[in-house]
């Protein structure tokens, strides 16, 4: 996969785009770490450009970031899934960890939690 991070006022825009690979939970963990260090971070992971992905390691990827959010006391969103990656995670109950957004737009538009600044 291929990381787009962009920094838009009070958030983290992550664009992935590309086709998941072997390992990718252990090396986004490397890579995005370095930008991933603000108390309160807001993210947004936008996966409209993600192409064909392996179910397991796209979750261990999003999992990991939202481990490492939540340890600053941040929040993230996910937006723009495709119907292929909603219907995986509606079936497999994920959409209970994650909240999911039609598009960037809703995402940073719905309510956020504010208190990992203090």
């Given amino acids: 996969m291929k990381y787009h991070l962009t920094k ?12 998941t690979k072997k390992n990718e939970a252990l090396q986004v963990k490397s890579i995005l ?3 991933i260090k603000e108390r309160g971070i ?8 993600l ?6 390691t796209l979750i261990g990827v999003l999992n990991g970031m939202r481990k490492e959010v939540d340890l600053l ?5 996910l937006s723009s899934l495709n119907p292929e990656i909603l219907d995986y995670f509606k079936e497999n109950r994920m959409d209970q960890f994650f909240k999911i957004y039609e598009d960037e737009e809703g995402a940073k538009k ?3 939690r504010d208190y990992g600044k203090r």
């Fill in 42 to 49: 807001r993210v947004i992971m936008d996966l409209k450009d």
């Fill in 33 to 35: 770490s370095t930008y």
């Fill in 73 to 77: 006391g941040g929040c993230l969103k």
């Fill in 110 to 112: 719905s309510e956020w």
């Fill in 51 to 56: 192409e064909k992905f392996e179910p397991i």
């Fill in 8 to 19: 838009d006022n009070d958030f983290f825009i992550i664009k992935i785009s590309g086709q």
